[in-house]
Nanobody, 127 residues
Framework: QVQLVESGGGLVQAGGSLRLSCAASGRTFSGGRMGWFRQAPGKERQFVAAIGRYPYYADSVKGRFTISRDNANAKNTAYLQMNNLKPEDTAVYYC?????????????????????WGQGTQVTVSS
């Protein structure tokens, strides 16, 4: 059974930092993609960042967020370092993973291109 478990969310003031982690188990995603999406109340799920052959970011987080993978763990752990957080970054952040070696922008950024999802972790940025 595949599981994705997120951790690291919390409450932070604007300008602060948080680091999210996503640990996958049950299968390897070393040849595929792991990504982060977020969903604020009343809004659709939104792409944040993903990593496969290379990292890929939403324009709204470029220069502030960095996605990485733990190469020592069959690339089954992904991290999202979030710096200079803004109140508009407040949302539930979801980890997603897909084992397929497909790397177009659509495969990185579209939620329906991911087969596995975590339960989400709340990030709240106060002004």
């Amino acid at each position: 059974q595949v599981q994705l478990v997120e951790s690291g969310g919390g409450l932070v003031q604007a300008g602060g930092s948080l680091r999210l982690s996503c640990a996958a188990s049950g299968r390897t995603f070393s040849g595929g993609r792991m990504g982060w999406f977020r969903q604020a109340p009343g809004k659709e799920r939104q792409f944040v960042a993903a990593i496969g052959r290379y990292p890929y970011y939403a324009d709204s987080v470029k220069g502030r967020f960095t996605i990485s993978r733990d190469n020592a763990n069959a690339k089954n752990t992904a991290y999202l370092q979030m710096n200079n957080l803004k109140p508009e970054d407040t949302a539930v952040y979801y980890c997603a993973a897909d084992p397929r070696s497909l790397y177009s922008s659509d495969y990185y950024a579209s939620p329906h291109r991911y087969d596995y999802w975590g339960q989400g972790t709340q990030v709240t940025v106060s002004s």
